[in-house]
């Protein structure tokens, strides 16, 4: 059982926008805005989408947005295109002796 | 342009000690704030979080896996090495490195990943 809370699966259509939740404690998510999500095609490694809960890379489309609220951050997909379609991951640092958690996966299917 | 590789035995025996080498470029590891991860994730499974050593030699480990791991940096070579004692099936994964600053406190760049299947 991950640390960190996703939904196993969202889906929409193309154009449309999503919302994925990750959910924690006062000890990570809540506790610093040291929240990153990240961008797995299959078969190939994690891209960072987001770092410091709303900073995208550059390079990175504007279509992502993070935000947080209490012990909950969220990624926010606008505009969905076919290639947005892949499993996202939110990861935090903590004050527990874990000192990186990771969430569970949310699988991003586009219609 | 940061970049970093994965090495090592794609396939361990249960009980052995599995070593894992990060050549990478791009960065120094001698520059304050920079800090080298291994992350791993089972086939059709999330990521971990395994280990990650800073720039001024100061390693962290995950508490569930501490007593099994080692990591430690040849900054003139730009290497990392991570080793990982008594492996089992359940240690079946993709072994990623990962690039990371304390600025950012994110993995911002990934090697490959090299897959290590623990079986008899």
């Known amino acids: 059982q991950s640390a960190l809370t996703q939904p196993a699966s969202v889906s929409g259509s193309p154009g449309q926008s999503i919302t994925i939740s990750c959910t924690g404690t006062s000890r990570d998510v809540g506790g610093y805005n040291y929240v990153s999500w990240y961008q797995q095609h299959p078969g190939k490694a994690p891209k960072l989408m987001i770092f410091?809960?709303?900073n995208r890379p550059s390079g990175v489309s504007d279509r992502f947005s993070g935000s947080k609220s209490g012990n909950t951050a969220s990624l926010t997909i606008s505009g969905l295109q076919a290639e947005d379609e892949a499993d996202y991951y939110c990861?935090?640092?903590?004050?527990?002796?874990?000192?990186?958690?990771f969430g569970g996966g949310t699988k991003l299917t586009v219609l | 342009q940061i970049t970093l590789k994965e090495s090592g035995p794609t396939l361990v025996k249960p009980t052995q000690t599995l070593t894992l080498t990060c050549t990478f470029s791009?960065?120094?590891?001698?520059?304050?704030?920079?800090?080298v991860g291994w992350i791993r994730q089972p086939p059709g499974k999330a990521l971990e979080w395994l280990t990650l050593?800073?720039?001024?030699?100061?390693?962290r480990y995950s508490p569930s896996l501490e007593s099994r791991l080692t990591i430690s940096k040849d900054t003139s070579r730009n290497q990392v090495v991570l080793t990982m004692t008594n492996m089992d099936p359940v240690d079946t994964a993709t072994y990623f490195c990962t690039h990371m600053t304390v600025t950012s406190a994110s993995w911002d760049s990934w090697g490959q990943g090299t897959l290590v299947t623990v079986s008899s």
């Open positions: 050593i800073y720039w001024d030699d100061d390693k």
């Open positions: 791009g960065f120094s590891l001698s520059t304050t704030g920079v800090g």
């Open positions: 990861s935090s640092f903590t004050t527990s002796t874990t000192l990186v958690v």
């Open positions: 410091y809960v709303t």
